[in-house]
Structure formats: C-alpha cells, structure tokens
C-alpha cells in the first residue's frame, strides 16, 4: 500500500486510534476490578480470559462510541467552517468524559460491589460523606492507577496513531468488514458466557461485566420512559389491601369492591390532622387519666447499620452485646423485626411515621412531615417533651428538616458542636451527653430520640480494640463498633436508673437497617434484600411491669409507632399503616422494598421469604431451614411464589393511590 502523502494521521486513523485508546482504559478499570492472579501460566491464562470475558460490554461501547463520532464528524464537515472545526474537540470531550467516568466507577465498585447507574447516583447523593467512605474503603495504589488513567489515555493515544503512521495503515472497507464480524463474535460470545455462566444474580463476574456506560444511558432511559413499578394492577379482592389500610380504615376498606373506589374511599371520610398532629374526633387520654396509664418516657434508639447477623443476642458468634444479653431479662424482645427498605432515610420515615415509605426513588425525607401525625406528636400531645440527637450531620436528604416538621421541639446534630466541620461525625458518646442534659432540664415527660454513626462505614471505633476472630477488617472494625454500641446502650439505661425514671421510661433498640459482608456477593446494605440487609433487633427495656420476653411475631419498622403508643397509653394516628406488636389480630408479614439498582420487592410470611427481582425473576427462601438464604426454592413452589407476588403488587398499587390522595387532598406529604 502507498503510504499518506501527509504526515498526519486520516481521521478514520486518527478516531480508530482514539476508541483502541478508551479501550485500553475501560479494559484497564475492570482489570483492577478481578483478583490478582498467581504467577503462574495457567493461572495468568485464566485471567486473561476472565478478563476478555468481563470487557465484552465495554469494548461493545466502544465500538458504539466510534460508530458515534464517525457520524458525528460527517455531519460537521458538512457545516460551514466556522462550526466544523468542533467535531473533533466535541468526540475528543466525549472519549475524555468516557475514560474519566470508567475510572471512576473502578473505586465506586470496590466500595459498593455494584456498577453506577442513574438510581444509584440519585440515592449518593451527599458525595462528601461518599468521599469519606470511599477514601477509608479503597487502598492508595487503586486511587493511584485511577488518577493516572485519563494520562495515560492521551499516552496511548499517541502511542496507537503513532504506530498506524508508521507502519502506513490504511483502513479500508474490506478490513472494516473483518474487523466488525471479529467484534460481533468476539461480543457476542462475552455476553453469551456472561448470560449462561454468571446467571446467578449475585454473581460477581455477571456484576463486573456490567459496562457502567451502559448502565448508566440504560437506566436514564428507563427513569426517562417509565419507572418500573408504576401502574401495576391493584387486585379488587380486599383480602389484598388489608395489610396496608390504616387498621381505623380497616373496616371501610372491607366495604370496597371497585378497584378505583379504594383509595377514595379511604380519603373520603378520614378525621383531619389538627395542628398538635392528634386525630381530630379521637378523644386522647389526659396523663393519670382514670382508666388511662401512666404516660411512660420514651428513650428511642436507632442503631446505624445494625441487623440482628452480628449480635450475640441473636445468636451471633460474637461476644459482643453483653448489655442486650442482660438487659433482655426485662425486656420485650422481637425476633422477627424489618427495615422496610435498607435506607437510613427511608427508614426514618417508617420509624417516626408509622407509614410504608414511598416505594420510588423520590426521598419523603426532602418533604415537609408537619401534615402526617408522627410518634413525637403523638407524644407531645400527651405532654411530652420531644428532641432528636445525631453526632453528624443530618443534611443529608434534607432529613434535619424532616426531623424538625415531624413534631421534634428540639434537634441538635453534630454541626451544633464547635470545630464539626460537616464531614464525618462525633462518636456516639456524645449521644448519652446531649441527650441526658435534655432530659435533665425539665420534669415534664420526654420523647428523646438518637441515632448513632459509629457503625456507618467506613465503621470504627474509640475503646480498646478487641479480636473477633475475623480476617475481614471491614468486619473486624464494626463488631467493635457494635459492641461500642452495646456499651452505649448500657451507659443510658444505667442513668436511667440513676435518675429514678426506670418505673417511668421505655428504652427502645431498633435498627435502621442492616450491613453486608460479602455474603450474597454484596457489601453494605442498600443492594438486596437479604437477612443481612434488613433483618433488625428490636429491644424495648422497661423496668419489669410490662410484658417480657422473646416474641417470635413478625413484624416491621412501621410497627414501632403503634406499639411504642400502646406501651404509653396514647392512641394510635388514623394514619398509621402499622399496627401494635402486641395486637393479636395483626397480620403476620412483613414487606421491605430497595428500588435504586436492582429493583427488588419483598415479604416474610411465617417461615417463607419471597423476593420478586422486578424484571430480573424471582426468589422463595425458607428462612426457618434455610437461613443464610442459599437454597432457591421459587421453581419448586411456583403457585406460593404466585401467591406472594400478588400481595406485593398490591402493596405498589396501594401505596401509590393512597399516597396520590392524600397528596391532593393536601393531608400529607405535601
């Protein structure tokens, strides 16, 4: 072939030389992403394989991304030269863009086991306290190899084009024709392994061959086209709401027989919310009230990524609740407890409310909660003083102005504290402090509610540092947090007592949510629906003159409202969809939800665990046989998977008319 009368590279070379160069860097990221092999032949040869196999999609991209800027620099030459020139630095801002977001996706996926996508971005959102789990969690040459990828994008770049000029390559059509079929087999067999091989869900070869770039563009078009659970048919049968009608509305509901008739029904005759938050036409209960008991102070306390898998109360393998264990001897203890979505934010809605959380991406937390009665209005109604402690900060979400709408007189977070900088947080400590030099300034009854963060990723701890026996150091570092925690909790009800307001008070121990480590090929909490991700304790302490003991009922966080009321003698909201723990007629299930990436829906009934991967399958566990959730037993029961599914279809459909009304109605949630 003659060589280019021109020194510089055609652009068919120069853009053939640019997608190698993006290739060599998304190739590069999901290098770092698999095991380091051992050096030894066989070993290095199954890597490269596995790393041909998980770069299908990416060089897939790739080879789009050409397609893209070679129409797109056709179109510019036909513009006048004043605008054609900026085809080139527009394909050049798109590849730049494409190598940046591929290497940083390399850190996230370390972090969180999942590729970016759009819902996920959505729920980030506070990339400060990201940045400081992200900094804690990823090792300093990953963050090395991550900085000096766009750099060595250009090097490769220069390093092709040179190559193609001096050899005198010539692209023809002939060899764009090979060069096709060779991508289509070589891409189509990735993604034909990764779809056979790697069809378990929680394999984390299927998540590695994920290309991020898809995802992403895949899931803006999907929040752009449709979200996936919206108008799913709502069944006419009452028997399918039940669960979720506010138990006042119960008895309306059952009179329902017009699927468009159920929510209006519901809306058409609820009392009205006065200003204090109490049901209007619900009589309350003075304090000392004949035939009413004696309002109790409440101490709520909501353990930071916290499920019932690493303590010992609940049979964990690590000595680390010894205040739980011997506080339990007077307690009300709930086995059976869930967050009905892993979500500090979601689950602060379930808590204070009573409600199911809405079932989107969209956070209530960013809304006003002044219309919806909560449990500190509910308390302050029967005289109670309300405040709500966090040793960071509670921006996030806008969760601080949630707390305050929702009934709290006094909020105080770790930016009140001077020198708080906004990121990270204070240790839980300062929880005990706050909260008592609160409770020590009035003689008035007190709802005081506290969050702790210790056992937040990246997790840690104050005391001494104590071995239990596991190699993990993310796990090792937050059984100390946890058991700090413990600690914390003893600290609080040993004032309690040493105040004499034992007889007076309930302390109350739930989770937000759970934490994952590595079982199911997942870290954290917000990416299934595993025990591990939303099976929470529930603890509530008193002084011995209630109910005791271990209660198998199944429950879930919307639950604590009502039950918590019940315990001080004030009546329920209209609005509460959960019901007492000590009901005997509530229904026993429990439903929990994650909707950013995957979509997945869940219920516990008795023994049984379903889980409906929206658009990807389902699941069937039995958690009394099976409880690490290994053994799928969805094929083997298909009419009770059946069964399942339609009541949390109904649950989707449900909440989203209620919600629609109420929200025209303007009774909540505005």
């Not at 050409?66 to 620099?73: K, Q, R, T």
């Not at 591990?532 to 409202?561: F, K, Y």
Request: with cysteine; aromatic share 12%.
């Amino acid at each position: 072939m003659d060589r280019p009368a021109t020194n510089r590279p055609s652009n068919v070379i120069r853009l053939l030389a640019l997608v190698v160069a993006l290739a060599l860097v998304l190739v590069g990221c999901k290098a770092f992403l698999l095991p380091w092999p051992a050096m030894r032949p066989a070993e290095m040869a199954r890597w490269c394989l596995r790393l041909a196999l998980v770069s299908g999609q990416d060089v897939a991209f790739c080879a789009v991304f050409g397609l893209v800027a070679w129409c797109l620099l056709g179109v510019a030459r036909r513009f006048p030269p004043a605008l054609a020139w900026c085809g080139w630095p527009l394909v050049w801002l798109g590849a730049l863009a494409s190598a940046l977001y591929g290497v940083v996706t390399v850190p996230v996926y370390l972090y969180m086991n999942v590729q970016l996508s759009y819902p996920l971005l959505l729920f980030l959102d506070d990339w400060r306290d990201i940045g400081v789990s992200l900094a804690n969690g990823v090792p300093w040459p990953i963050w090395c190899a991550c900085l000096a990828a766009p750099s060595s994008m250009l090097l490769a770049y220069r390093f092709v084009a040179g190559q193609f000029e001096r050899r005198g390559f010539v692209f023809h059509r002939r060899m764009a024709i090979v060069v096709a079929a060779l991508m289509t087999t070589y891409v189509g067999g990735a993604w034909w392994w990764s779809a056979t091989h790697w069809s378990d869900r929680g394999n984390w070869q299927r998540r590695v061959a994920r290309c991020p770039h898809i995802e992403l563009l895949a899931s803006l078009a999907a929040a752009w086209h449709e979200a996936p659970l919206a108008n799913l048919a709502l069944d006419e049968s009452a028997a399918d709401v039940r669960d979720f009608v506010p138990p006042l509305a119960v008895a309306r509901a059952q009179r329902v027989v017009g699927e468009g008739q159920i929510v209006g029904d519901l809306g058409g005759t609820e009392p009205e919310v006065n200003q204090q938050g109490t049901d209007a036409g619900l009589p309350a209960p003075r304090v000392g009230s004949p035939g009413s008991p004696k309002t109790k102070n409440v101490f709520l306390m909501v353990l930071e990524s916290v499920s019932t898998n690493y303590l010992e109360l609940y049979g964990a393998p690590y000595a680390n609740t010894p205040n739980l264990k011997r506080l339990a001897r007077q307690s009300l203890v709930f086995d059976n407890i869930y967050a009905q979505c892993p979500s500090s934010a979601k689950a602060m809605v379930a808590i204070m409310t009573g409600t199911y959380p809405r079932i989107d991406t969209r956070e209530q937390t960013r809304e006003s909660c002044a219309t919806l009665p909560s449990l500190a209005t509910t308390l302050a109604a029967q005289g109670c003083r309300t405040a709500f402690f966090y040793p960071a900060s509670w921006a996030w979400r806008g969760g601080d102005e949630f707390v305050r709408s929702a009934g709290f007189e006094f909020y105080r977070d770790g930016r009140d504290e001077p020198g708080f900088t906004g990121i990270g947080s204070l240790d839980d400590r300062w929880l005990a402090r706050e909260a008592f030099r609160f409770i020590d300034a009035g003689n008035d009854p007190f709802f005081v509610m506290c969050w702790t963060v210790q056992t937040h990723h990246p997790y840690w701890f104050v005391g001494e540092e104590r071995d239990y026996g596991e190699s993990d150091l993310e796990l090792h570092r937050y059984l100390n947090a946890v058991r700090e925690s413990d600690e914390l909790i003893g600290q609080v009800w040993s004032a309690i007592e040493k105040r004499g307001l034992a007889e007076s008070t309930l302390l109350v121990v739930v989770g937000d949510h759970g934490q994952a480590f590595g079982q199911h090929s997942q870290r954290l909490h917000t990416f299934g629906l595993f025990e591990e991700n939303v099976h929470v304790p529930l603890v509530i302490v008193h002084d011995g003159s209630l109910p005791v003991g271990r209660r198998a009922t199944i429950g879930q966080q919307i639950d604590l409202a009502p039950t918590v009321a019940e315990l001080c003698g004030a009546p329920p909201s209209v609005h509460w969809q959960g019901r007492s723990l000590l009901a005997a007629d509530r229904p026993q299930r429990a439903y929990f939800y994650t909707v950013w990436d995957p979509v997945i829906l869940g219920v516990r009934e008795a023994d049984e665990k379903y889980l409906w991967h929206v658009g990807q399958g389902e699941s069937l566990f039995n958690i009394a046989a099976d409880p690490a959730e290994l053994r799928d037993l969805a094929s083997q029961s298909q009419a009770r998977a059946q069964d399942l599914r339609r009541h949390l279809a109904a649950l989707v459909a449900f909440q989203q008319r209620w919600l629609a009304e109420l929200e025209k109605k303007g009774s909540a949630y505005r």
